[in-house]
């Protein structure tokens, strides 16, 4: 096992290899100047030059690169000029708000796309199989944000169920003591139940966005796995040996059909760590995301390759979980391994 995961993880070194390259140079091609927006708009040419020289922008691209590359092999990934924190920090704070999130929603959108998919299977050409073809093209259909602002104005602005999408507490309520970072957890882990409601209250709405647009590829990989292990001939000999149904679908023909249904969560897994961005503006989220987009706008470089970075680490770890996962599910896939 131990060998697998350094294998994986030796193939995987490539890639981060040239993650750090292209979020670098991808920063430096952008426009705007990170000297210009720091000294202000009344600042002079030679102010802006001083700020520029302090930044080290001023020195070719190659020694920049080089600097970086030194600097995050002793695991510094530099200050953000906007907080004046280190990006690392900055990172750490920030990304439970981030995890929290993207779990819930991913959480959610399992919980009803696999018994919808196994339903439609099971059932297929009945009402419940359209049902999900339906849910699964207007899932996939909507833009992320626009779902997000429609169920903000419905929810919050028309009927007044849902909170204010201001972050992930009332302002009349205060974080719970650190555990995990995940305000939920955490305020169970104190018995603070109002805190729990505070804190489900306002991760319901930026959840339930993210759910809706996993729903689509879980339920259409659910449902076309499941009907390939339902017309195999080891569930109509399960079938013709007395099994019940529920023995049949859930033992025999779920667990079959799991692999693919795996591969297709972690691949919506990494969509969402995308689709926090927009959905943590949307909600004013304290997470990565947001934390990422204010320093583009500010053009501070070093929170933006944090951030790519820290991405595509969390990729890195999730294809590695999955592996893992296949050889539980399948003992086979582990032998061939």
């Given at each position: 096992?131990?060998?697998?995961?350094?294998?994986?993880?030796?193939?995987?070194?490539?890639?981060?290899?040239?993650?750090?390259?292209?979020?670098?140079?991808?920063?430096?091609?952008?426009?705007?100047?990170?000297?210009?927006?720091?000294?202000?708009?009344?600042?002079?040419?030679?102010?802006?030059?001083?700020?520029?020289?302090?930044?080290?922008?001023?020195?070719?691209?190659?020694?920049?690169?080089?600097?970086?590359?030194?600097?995050?092999?002793?695991?510094?990934?530099?200050?953000?000029?906007?907080?004046?924190?280190?990006?690392?920090?900055?990172?750490?704070?920030?990304?439970?708000?981030?995890?929290?999130?993207?779990?819930?929603?991913?959480?959610?959108?399992?919980?009803?796309?696999?018994?919808?998919?196994?339903?439609?299977?099971?059932?297929?050409?009945?009402?419940?199989?359209?049902?999900?073809?339906?849910?699964?093209?207007?899932?996939?259909?909507?833009?992320?944000?626009?779902?997000?602002?429609?169920?903000?104005?419905?929810?919050?602005?028309?009927?007044g169920i849902a909170p204010a999408p201001l972050g992930r507490l009332d302002i009349?309520?205060?974080?719970?003591?650190?555990?995990?970072?995940?305000?939920?957890?955490?305020?169970?882990?104190?018995?603070?139940?109002?805190?729990?409601?505070?804190?489900?209250?306002?991760?319901?709405?930026?959840?339930?966005?993210?759910?809706?647009?996993?729903?689509?590829?879980?339920?259409?990989?659910?449902?076309?796995?499941?009907?390939?292990?339902?017309?195999?001939?080891?569930?109509?000999?399960?079938?013709?040996?007395?099994?019940?149904?529920?023995?049949?679908?859930?033992?025999?023909?779920?667990?079959?059909?799991?692999?693919?249904?795996?591969?297709?969560?972690?691949?919506?897994?990494?969509?969402?760590?995308?689709?926090?961005?927009?959905?943590?503006?949307?909600?004013?989220?304290?997470?990565?995301?947001?934390?990422?987009?204010?320093?583009?706008?500010?053009?501070?470089?070093?929170?933006?390759?944090?951030?790519?970075?820290?991405?595509?680490?969390?990729?890195?770890?999730?294809?590695?979980?999955?592996?893992?996962?296949?050889?539980?599910?399948?003992?086979?896939?582990?032998?061939?391994?």
């Amino acid at each position: 096992m131990l060998r697998h995961v350094g294998r994986r993880l030796a193939t995987a070194l490539p890639s981060l290899i040239g993650v750090i390259i292209t979020a670098f140079l991808l920063t430096r091609v952008l426009p705007g100047d990170p000297a210009a927006y720091f000294a202000g708009p009344a600042a002079t040419e030679q102010a802006i030059a001083e700020i520029r020289t302090q930044l080290g922008l001023d020195r070719p691209v190659h020694e920049q690169f080089i600097a970086y590359v030194s600097d995050l092999a002793q695991g510094n990934l530099g200050t953000s000029l906007t907080t004046g924190q280190p990006v690392t920090q900055d990172i750490i704070a920030r990304l439970p708000a981030s995890a929290e999130l993207t779990l819930t929603g991913l959480l959610a959108a399992v919980l009803i796309a696999v018994p919808l998919g196994i339903a439609a299977a099971v059932r297929q050409g009945s009402w419940i199989d359209h049902l999900s073809r339906i849910l699964a093209t207007s899932g996939v259909s909507l833009p992320v944000f626009f779902t997000g602002l429609l169920l903000v104005y419905v929810f919050y602005y028309q009927t007044g169920i849902a909170p204010a999408p201001l972050g992930r507490l009332d302002i009349f309520f205060s974080p719970p003591p650190q555990v995990t970072g995940f305000y939920l957890i955490d305020s169970l882990i104190a018995g603070d139940i109002e805190t729990f409601r505070s804190a489900a209250a306002q991760i319901f709405l930026p959840a339930t966005t993210l759910a809706i647009f996993s729903l689509a590829p879980i339920t259409r990989m659910t449902r076309a796995s499941m009907l390939s292990v339902l017309a195999s001939d080891f569930v109509r000999t399960a079938r013709a040996n007395g099994l019940s149904t529920w023995r049949v679908i859930v033992v025999y023909a779920f667990r079959n059909a799991m692999l693919p249904v795996i591969t297709t969560l972690g691949m919506v897994f990494s969509f969402l760590l995308g689709a926090n961005v927009l959905v943590e503006k949307v909600f004013a989220w304290p997470g990565i995301g947001s934390y990422a987009v204010e320093a583009l706008i500010a053009s501070d470089f070093a929170p933006v390759q944090g951030f790519v970075l820290a991405m595509a680490a969390l990729y890195v770890l999730l294809n590695l979980l999955i592996d893992l996962a296949y050889g539980v599910i399948d003992p086979r896939v582990q032998m061939e391994g």
